[in-house]
């Protein structure tokens, strides 16, 4: 099946800092979707992108579709103690109704 | 948003034992998904339903079964569990791209 490479695996940094991470595929999707997963919780969606180069924000936060197809970034700016949980990329294909998920990026902030 | 349920939210059984999740959704969507997630292994799609007579088999469907007995009901099984069905299970809806998770089902199998 589909593979959806999330990087980095985890990171940890400090309040303030900007946060960047990134999915790439080894196939072409036509949505690209950011969810954050807080402990004892499902996902919750952030960011939709629905078309090659877009660039999306939702408050601090600001996700990309690339140019390729194959790729997607988000970035967190200004990082708070709340940011703090797991974040996944998923992307889908077509109309198909499957979303492939990444491996997610477990982020840490410390004070 | 969905408001989407799931019953029991934390469960341990035995190997071999038969035990059925419960997802119950309340805002009307066709679209309703099971998944299974595993530590550094993100989100992976069990079973999917379109609609109340279509069920269809995703990535890992072995040794799980699914029942969607209305359109707000959709309940996953597990015949004979097995240790490695310990995980976290997440039942959706869906509306257009928007995928609604519900909080998830901690499954233990001793």
Same mark, same amino acid.
């Given at each position: 099946?589909? *593979?959806?490479?999330? /990087?980095?695996?985890?990171?940890?940094?400090?309040?303030?800092? @900007?946060? +960047?991470?990134?999915?790439? /595929? /080894? +196939?072409?999707?036509? $949505?690209?979707?950011?969810?954050?997963?807080?402990?004892?919780?499902?996902?919750?969606?952030?960011?939709?992108?629905?078309?090659?180069?877009?660039?999306?924000?939702?408050?601090?936060?600001?996700? *990309?579709?690339?140019? $390729?197809?194959? @790729?997607?970034?988000?970035?967190?700016?200004?990082?708070?103690?709340? @940011?703090?949980?797991?974040?996944?990329?998923?992307? *889908?294909?077509?109309?198909?109704?499957?979303?492939?998920?990444?491996?997610?990026?477990?982020?840490?902030?410390?004070? | 948003?969905?408001?989407?349920?799931?019953?029991?939210?934390?469960?341990?059984? !035995?190997?071999? !034992?038969?035990?059925?999740?419960?997802?119950?959704?309340?805002?009307?969507?066709?679209?309703?998904?099971?998944?299974?997630?595993?530590?550094?292994?993100?989100?992976?799609?069990?079973?999917?339903?379109?609609?109340? !007579?279509?069920?269809?088999?995703?990535?890992?469907?072995?040794?799980?079964?699914?029942?969607?007995?209305?359109?707000? !009901?959709?309940?996953?099984?597990?015949?004979?569990?097995?240790?490695?069905?310990?995980?976290?299970?997440?039942?959706?809806?869906?509306?257009?791209?928007?995928?609604?998770?519900?909080?998830?089902?901690?499954?233990?199998?001793?």
């Amino acid at each position: 099946g589909q *593979q959806l490479n999330q /990087s980095p695996q985890s990171m940890f940094i400090q309040e303030g800092e @900007d946060v +960047s991470m990134n999915c790439t /595929s /080894s +196939s072409i999707f036509n $949505t690209w979707l950011w969810y954050k997963q807080e402990p004892g919780e499902g996902p919750v969606l952030l960011i939709a992108l629905y078309k090659a180069g877009e660039l999306t924000s939702n408050g601090r936060l600001t996700a *990309q579709f690339g140019i $390729t197809r194959k @790729d997607s970034f988000l970035n967190i700016s200004a990082s708070i103690p709340s @940011d703090v949980g797991i974040y996944f990329c998923a992307g *889908q294909t077509g109309t198909a109704s499957k979303l492939t998920f990444g491996t997610g990026t477990r982020l840490q902030v410390t004070l | 948003d969905a408001d989407v349920t799931q019953t029991p939210r934390n469960r341990i059984t !035995k190997t071999g !034992k038969r035990i059925m999740l419960e997802c119950s959704q309340t805002k009307g969507h066709d679209r309703m998904y099971w998944y299974r997630q595993d530590p550094g292994l993100g989100l992976r799609l069990i079973y999917y339903s379109f609609d109340v !007579k279509d069920i269809n088999k995703g990535e890992i469907s072995d040794g799980y079964s699914v029942s969607r007995q209305a359109q707000a !009901k959709f309940s996953l099984s597990l015949e004979s569990a097995i240790p490695n069905q310990t995980a976290l299970y997440f039942c959706a809806t869906r509306s257009g791209t928007r995928v609604f998770f519900g909080p998830g089902t901690r499954l233990t199998v001793l």
